[in-house]
């Protein structure tokens, strides 16, 4: 039987020194992508699988996004999230939230429950708060690991990329029935200017899916994969230029650098072709092709 299923996942791009140990964040995206292959084995949807990594992730303090996402320079989080569905290209993005326990989650329910693709701050939690969503205080993003890189951050007057530990996290999936799904959920940048919003949660930037082409999830210096509108870079290179999905995003990355940034992407196309490429000195990141094997790496090699 062809196996049509593939899944991949991000956990932000960056710079671990090579010394530092990030066994924990490998066996995270080991779990979270085991979970998310098995939902589709099950039959579940892209859609649904791409939400569900997310939402793990989100969960999980080792990573910038939910919970152990990185502070603004008020030390408040600060969340943006989105969703899109490649089949008719539904999405959802929320910005600057910081009460809503899971951000994909009300990312997915604008997308669903709305009919809007964007909400913003205060109006995206009270929404939330009537579709009865789960509501936490923003202490509940907070730990200790975030407070100290802000307090480093500020001695720096520096805004900084989440570089030494996992970052901002993503998926993409193709389920059985052919269709994509891509979904993305940051805290953004430590130290960042209160009201900033990266990519993550601009359609077509940070995310984007599309089932004639590709499903695709940023992670990177924002401002710049805005300027390049990476996602649908690489949407355009397939449908318009017939590239294949590896060339595109090596161009989106190129485009990303030529405007001042740095960073990487994990993409699906339509027949089933991965490209996991950045340009950083890593990306925490974790697949399954039509081998069907979850492989996780962070530097440039499996390990
Ligand atoms: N792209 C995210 C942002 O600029 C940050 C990241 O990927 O680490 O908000």
Not at 133 to 140: A, G, L, R, T
Request: aromatic share 4%; net charge negative; hydrophobic share 45%.
């Amino acid at each position: 039987m062809p196996n049509d299923i593939r899944f991949a996942l991000h956990g932000g791009a960056g710079s671990p020194s090579p010394e530092m140990d990030v066994a924990e964040q490998r066996a995270a995206l080991r779990r979270i992508a085991d979970e998310a292959l098995a939902l589709l084995r099950d039959g579940g949807s892209a859609l649904d699988a791409v939400e569900r990594a997310v939402v793990r992730l989100e969960e999980c303090p080792l990573f910038n996004a939910g919970v152990g996402a990185v502070l603004n320079s008020d030390g408040a989080p600060e969340l943006d999230a989105a969703i899109m569905d490649g089949r008719s290209r539904a999405c959802g993005a929320i910005a600057g939230v910081c009460r809503v326990e899971s951000p994909v989650r009300l990312a997915r329910a604008v997308m669903e429950k709305s009919p809007h693709v964007m909400f913003l701050g205060a109006g995206a939690e009270a929404f939330a708060r009537e579709l009865g969503m789960k509501e936490v205080s923003p202490d509940h993003f907070v730990t200790e690991l975030r407070f100290r890189q802000l307090k480093a951050a500020h001695a720096k007057g520096a805004i900084l990329l989440d570089h030494d530990g996992g970052g901002t996290v993503g998926a993409v999936a193709r389920d059985a029935h052919g269709h994509l799904a891509a979904a993305t959920s940051t805290g953004g940048l430590t130290n960042k200017r209160p009201g900033r919003v990266g990519d993550t949660p601009v359609i077509g930037a940070g995310t984007f899916a599309d089932d004639e082409t590709c499903a695709v999830s940023c992670t990177g210096s924002g401002e710049s994969f805005i300027r390049a509108v990476a996602g649908h870079h690489v949407h355009a290179r397939l449908q318009f230029s017939r590239w294949t999905l590896p060339q595109a995003c090596e161009e989106a990355l190129m485009l990303v650098k030529r405007y001042g940034g740095d960073g990487g992407c994990i993409a699906v196309d339509r027949e089933g072709t991965l490209a996991l490429p950045f340009n950083s000195r890593a990306m925490f990141r974790a697949w399954a092709g039509a081998d069907g094997v979850v492989h996780v790496a962070v530097g440039r090699d499996e390990a």
